[in-house]
């Protein structure tokens, strides 16, 4: 994907100035800083336990960093003011709904959450969206892994963010639904959304991205364009990375 | 504010429809608490005892105890799939979040109750009719107070490996005031005085209410931030 | 505190140690037995600094709490843990020389008077604190739940204390000796006494307090430095 740079996209969406976040003995982000403008897609690639979470974890407000700071949209993330949570959309490793309730009812009740106009209307048009009418008033539970992730999407999307964070978004999904899945993402990322992804997989971290980091052990140890990217240098910069922090 | 009233609603709603589905909270601590009575009807003689004298406490001890239960069971269900980060991540205010959990763990515990009351009444050959404004009172005054720590509580301990431990030895201490309070209100209402004659009690579990929503509300933000 | 006192350590020490000395002469040496209980009642200069201890860690308990949530700075979690640990020592201490003095007073070990039974809740209370701690993972989660738990348990006490006050009304009053009112009706030599244990008790915690604060801080020291062992490459 490449984005259209215009004035607008100029902007800086995400301002991280040295975050860092222990817990007791482990230290899972070390000093971490970067800036992302508007409408940019950052791929941030790294092996299980490099902190990858945790530092979306901070930068979505619900962990406060241990020091440092951030500035999302113009909010300082410390401060954790509502407003900015208004902007920022997670997928995470749960799917954050509630299996007793049917889509539309998840729906509903996140859209009063985030205070939307015409609730019911935006959760239809969303689950729409991604693809989940048919089954909008079954419950979640009966759901295959695939449509619990869109249907993830759809929560993450309802209250219409610029920001996303996808916390690894394609695991556990087989191949139709990471197409589907990798489908989504791009529409999102062409609406001009600043998106920030996690992943181990570096083919599909690779399909789709304005920049790529990989984050080993804490720290970024590269951050640079994904544009003209060389796919087998940067293969081996990752494994050098990993092999070289054991 | 009014947007405050709606996050409340909102969340109220989502755990009443959840609830209406399920019927799993009502059902457990219902039959929870009446197996407590019944346990403790097998453990004492009631023909040489005063149902009058016992029963106070082994009613507030089932309310109590199946009530734990809920407030167990109702964090759970917002841990299970990461719904409480979920919530987190939306503009709601944190303290929003609390009164939503806690006005629907009230809701299930009177519902509860309520369907405990004339059980009871059966069992211990107990009037409760003629009082039941009083009672109602009563019940009211005390689950108020155990919701509003027990949702703090609660809240903290979900994020336990513990938690169903940690829940009852971190509440029951606390709530002796309350405990000691409801009983002896309760049978004093049951020997037929007036609830007037027990305004120190009104008044030490009403302080208990409001000290502890005023800590909760003060301190909720701590505990929800991961 | 004293912790910032470079030449503290040992001077306090010292000086515990000859108040404690000053003490245990008093109560065994200068004042005279009581009348109508005996011997036994000698345990009161115990029981009470106990007592006074155990109220006033609890009470460190919660101003560092409601510090801690108010600075996020570790150094009043610090505090916090170890004052909670040493009131539950002094409180446990209240709660065995209680029965103590009752059994031959009294006639029995327990009686569900007020002072006693808000005692062992405040004990429950604490425990409860302690064990939260020590079940949950270190870092900023547990010292923001054992506060929560701190200013909690704390704001109970004046509760607890006057429904277990009202609780026993309707009850015959046991005969509540000294502790009923401190300095009423006691003799001149036992004040004093009572004084010099109160305060050679205060020393010994700040004592405490000092030493578990340099073992807390010492923990903390080797983590940091495993911690950059740990990421030093």
Excluded at chain 2, 135 to 155: D, K, N, Q, R, Y
Excluded at chain 2, 158 to 175: F, N, V
Excluded at chain 3, 86 to 110: E, M, R, Y
């Amino acid at each position: 994907m490449v984005s259209n740079p215009s004035d607008q996209e100029t902007e800086i969406a995400i301002d991280v100035q040295g975050i860092r976040k222990t817990f007791g003995l482990l230290e899972a982000v070390r000093g971490i800083s970067f800036q992302l403008k508007r409408g940019e897609f950052l791929t941030l690639f790294g092996p299980n336990g490099a902190g990858k979470t945790t530092l979306l974890k901070i930068l979505s407000g619900l962990t406060k960093p241990s020091s440092g700071t951030a500035v999302i949209s113009g909010y300082d993330i410390v401060e954790g003011n509502p407003a900015l949570r208004s902007e920022i959309g997670v997928i995470s490793h749960s799917a954050c709904l509630y299996e007793d309730l049917t889509p539309l009812e998840n729906m509903l009740f996140y859209a009063k959450m985030y205070s939307l106009e015409s609730p019911r209307e935006r959760s239809v048009q969303v689950i729409e969206e991604v693809g989940l009418k048919s089954r909008m008033n079954d419950r979640v539970h009966t759901f295959s892994r695939g449509m619990l992730q869109r249907l993830t999407i759809a929560r993450a999307i309802i209250h219409n963010p610029s920001i996303l964070f996808l916390d690894e978004p394609y695991t556990g999904l087989d191949q139709h639904a990471a197409i589907l899945l990798k489908e989504q993402l791009a529409q999102l990322h062409t609406e001009g959304r600043t998106v920030i992804m996690t992943t181990h997989d570096l083919d599909r971290g690779l399909e789709m991205c304005d920049k790529v980091a990989i984050q080993v052990r804490g720290k970024f140890v590269c951050f640079e364009s994904g544009q003209d990217l060389e796919r087998t240098s940067f293969l081996q910069k990752y494994f050098d990375a990993v092999e070289s922090n054991k | 504010m009014r947007e405050y009233f709606n996050h409340v609603k909102a969340i109220v709603w989502k755990d009443c429809v959840t609830e209406l589905k399920t019927w799993e909270l009502f059902s457990t601590m219902f039959v929870f608490a009446l197996l407590v009575i019944i346990i403790f009807i097998f453990s004492i003689n009631l023909s040489i005892v005063n149902s009058y004298d016992v029963g106070p406490g082994i009613l507030w001890v089932a309310f109590i105890f199946a009530g734990t239960i809920g407030l167990n069971r109702s964090f759970m269900l917002e841990k299970e799939n990461g719904c409480l980060q979920g919530l987190m991540l939306t503009p709601a205010d944190r303290t929003a979040l609390y009164f939503g959990k806690m006005i629907s763990n009230m809701v299930f515990l009177i519902l509860m109750e309520a369907m405990i009351l004339p059980l009871f009444m059966i069992f211990f050959n107990v009037d409760l009719v003629s009082h039941l404004g009083p009672l109602l009172i009563v019940i009211f005054l005390g689950t108020l107070g155990f919701c509003a720590l027990g949702t703090l509580l609660s809240s903290l301990s979900s994020h336990l490996k513990t938690r169903e431990i940690m829940l009852p030895i971190l509440l029951y201490p606390l709530l002796v005031p309350v405990v000691i309070g409801c009983v002896r209100m309760t049978g004093e209402i049951l020997a037929g005085k007036a609830l007037a004659t027990q305004l120190k009690w009104i008044g030490s579990t009403a302080c208990f209410d409001i000290i502890y929503i005023g800590v909760s509300l003060l301190t909720i933000d701590h505990i929800l931030e991961e | 505190m004293n912790e910032d006192n470079e030449s503290g350590p040992p001077i306090l020490i010292w000086f515990t140690v000859l108040m404690f000395i000053a003490a245990i002469s008093a109560i065994f040496m200068y004042v005279p037995t009581e009348k109508t209980e005996g011997i036994i009642q000698r345990i009161m200069y115990f029981h009470i600094p106990c007592a006074w201890l155990a109220f006033f860690a609890f009470f460190i308990v919660f101003v560092c709490s409601i510090l801690f949530l108010w600075k996020k700075d570790r150094e009043w979690d610090i505090y916090a843990h170890a004052s909670a640990e040493i009131g539950v020592v002094f409180c446990s201490l209240v709660l065995i020389t209680g029965p103590l003095w009752a059994k031959p007073v009294w006639g029995t070990w327990w009686v569900w008077d007020a002072r006693l039974t808000s005692t062992l809740v405040l004990w429950l209370i604490y425990i409860a604190y302690l064990m939260l701690r020590m079940r949950t993972d270190a870092g900023s989660m547990r010292a923001r739940y054992a506060a929560v738990v701190g200013i909690a348990g704390f704001l109970d006490i004046p509760i607890i204390h006057f429904s277990v006050l009202w609780w026993r009304t309707f009850h015959p009053k046991p005969k509540m000796i000294t502790s009923e009112g401190i300095g009423t009706g006691m003799a001149n030599e036992m004040v004093i006494t009572l004084g010099i244990s109160l305060f050679a008790f205060t020393l010994l915690y700040f004592l405490m307090m000092e030493q578990r604060i340099a073992l807390e801080k010492m923990k903390d020291e080797i983590d940091r430095l495993k911690r950059e062992k740990l990421y030093s490459n």
